[in-house]
């Protein structure tokens, strides 16, 4: 028999979201869930959650629910993730966009999610003559109902927000893979001001994940290069960036997490690396001896699921989510259509 003609990149980003806004859940507080595995991990080692058209790219972990939070780069939702594998909506889709990187803010009862309508724009299915959509979501955690949208597409012609982290006093900040910047957002939803640096400039995907640091820093790594940026007074008129010496640094750096004991764990993919460059996945440990003026990797691990994009850290161990993206990027199914992965390290 004929392999099958994948389905294009086109056609699976209509049909998923279209199932979302035709099958939406509404939207609703989820109980932590039952009785564990063991007394010790209620996770279990790979959770394979079966959700077709949901494609997540960000992940977090709630822990007054006791389960992750993911967002979905098809359908614009923010969903529940149980430890049995339930997929429960939490934020229904509120534009045409991708919801990517998300934090939970539990301080203020918030769920935060950067979002784009890049993929729709470049996929034709967005009236061109139509501004871009790109911003930052407020949500609230228990009701997952709208706090704010933040605009931060700032007139670009091709803006992408991609991440997000908040600082302890609630202030937002967020990387934006497609202008190369990182905008400063306050709790109440104002733009304080966008940071730019030569550094973060790149033809590639640029900023990409980014996590404060209690010490009141920011971490951001650049995607292509694999590069770590510390951004010091970021809510400041003049914020100071400088470069992060890395032992060796990976061929790409998506999502990062950081962990208590003052780590940071990195997602390494080539789902955004040009020219058809090929690249490896692998989930990788850094650690810093003098706050992060320079780093070394103390674990390098290639991962078994395809294409990780980012991590969770929960009181169970740290959970990478492989979201099924190459099936949208690309139009060639993954190696498990209709679902994602999310397996701890």
């Given at each position: 028999?004929?392999?099958?003609?994948?389905?294009?990149?086109r056609?699976?980003?209509?049909?998923?979201?279209?199932?979302?806004?035709?099958?939406?859940?509404?939207?609703?507080?989820l109980?932590?869930?039952?009785?564990?595995?063991?007394?010790?991990?209620?996770?279990?080692?790979?959770?394979?959650?079966?959700?077709?058209?949901?494609?997540?790219?960000?992940?977090?972990?709630?822990?007054?629910?006791?389960?992750?939070?993911?967002?979905?780069?098809?359908?614009?939702?923010?969903?529940v993730?149980?430890?049995?594998?339930?997929?429960?909506?939490?934020?229904?889709?509120?534009?045409?966009?991708?919801v990517?990187?998300?934090?939970?803010?539990?301080?203020?009862?918030?769920v935060?999610?950067?979002?784009?309508?890049?993929?729709?724009?470049?996929?034709?299915?967005v009236?061109?003559?139509?501004?871009?959509?790109?911003?930052?979501?407020?949500?609230?955690?228990?009701?997952?109902?709208?706090?704010?949208l933040?605009?931060?597409?700032?007139?670009?012609?091709?803006?992408?927000?991609?991440?997000v982290?908040?600082?302890?006093?609630?202030?937002?900040?967020?990387?934006?893979?497609?202008?190369?910047?990182?905008?400063?957002?306050?709790?109440?939803?104002?733009?304080?001001?966008?940071?730019?640096?030569?550094?973060?400039?790149?033809?590639?995907?640029?900023?990409?994940?980014?996590?404060h640091?209690?010490?009141?820093?920011?971490?951001?790594g650049?995607?292509?290069?694999?590069?770590?940026?510390?951004?010091?007074?970021?809510?400041?008129?003049?914020p100071?960036?400088?470069?992060?010496?890395?032992?060796?640094?990976?061929?790409?750096?998506?999502?990062?997490?950081?962990?208590?004991?003052?780590?940071?764990?990195?997602?390494?993919?080539?789902?955004?690396?040009?020219?058809?460059?090929?690249?490896?996945?692998?989930?990788?440990?850094?650690?810093?001896?003098?706050?992060?003026?320079?780093?070394?990797t103390?674990d390098?691990?290639?991962?078994?699921?395809?294409d990780?994009t980012?991590?969770?850290?929960?009181?169970?161990?740290?959970?990478?989510?492989?979201?099924?993206?190459?099936?949208?990027?690309?139009?060639?199914?993954?190696?498990?259509?209709?679902?994602?992965?999310l397996?701890?390290?």
């Open positions: 028999m004929d392999a099958p003609v994948p389905a294009s990149r056609t699976l980003l209509r049909l998923a979201a279209a199932g979302a806004v035709g099958g939406t859940l509404a939207a609703t507080p109980p932590a869930f039952a009785a564990s595995r063991s007394a010790r991990c209620p996770l279990p080692r790979t959770l394979s959650v079966t959700a077709p058209g949901l494609y997540p790219e960000g992940v977090a972990w709630d822990r007054r629910r006791k389960a992750f939070l993911v967002g979905s780069s098809a359908q614009g939702t923010i969903s993730v149980g430890a049995d594998g339930s997929v429960t909506v939490l934020v229904a889709p509120f534009a045409q966009v991708s990517l990187g998300i934090t939970v803010d539990a301080a203020r009862n918030r935060l999610a950067a979002y784009t309508d890049y993929f729709f724009r470049q996929l034709g299915m009236d061109p003559s139509l501004p871009p959509v790109s911003g930052v979501g407020v949500f609230d955690l228990a009701t997952g109902a709208v706090q704010h933040v605009d931060l597409s700032a007139g670009q012609p091709e803006p992408r927000a991609n991440d982290t908040v600082g302890e006093d609630g202030t937002i900040y967020v990387t934006d893979t497609g202008v190369d910047t990182v905008s400063v957002v306050s709790r109440d939803g104002r733009v304080i001001q966008v940071i730019q640096d030569d550094r973060f400039v790149t033809s590639d995907t640029g900023p990409n994940g980014i996590v640091h209690p010490a009141g820093f920011l971490l951001m650049k995607y292509d290069g694999g590069r770590i940026f510390r951004i010091d007074r970021p809510r400041s008129a003049r100071v960036v400088s470069e992060v010496r890395l032992d060796r640094a990976p061929i790409s750096l998506d999502g990062l997490a950081l962990r208590p004991d003052g780590s940071l764990v990195a997602a390494v993919n080539d789902l955004s690396l040009s020219g058809g460059r090929a690249g490896r996945d692998a989930v990788v440990v850094l650690r810093s001896t003098d706050k992060w003026r320079t780093a070394r103390v390098d691990r290639s991962w078994p699921a395809e990780p980012t991590i969770a850290v929960t009181p169970y161990g740290d959970y990478a989510l492989s979201g099924g993206l190459r099936e949208i990027l690309t139009g060639v199914p993954s190696a498990t259509p209709g679902q994602f992965h397996r701890r390290r």
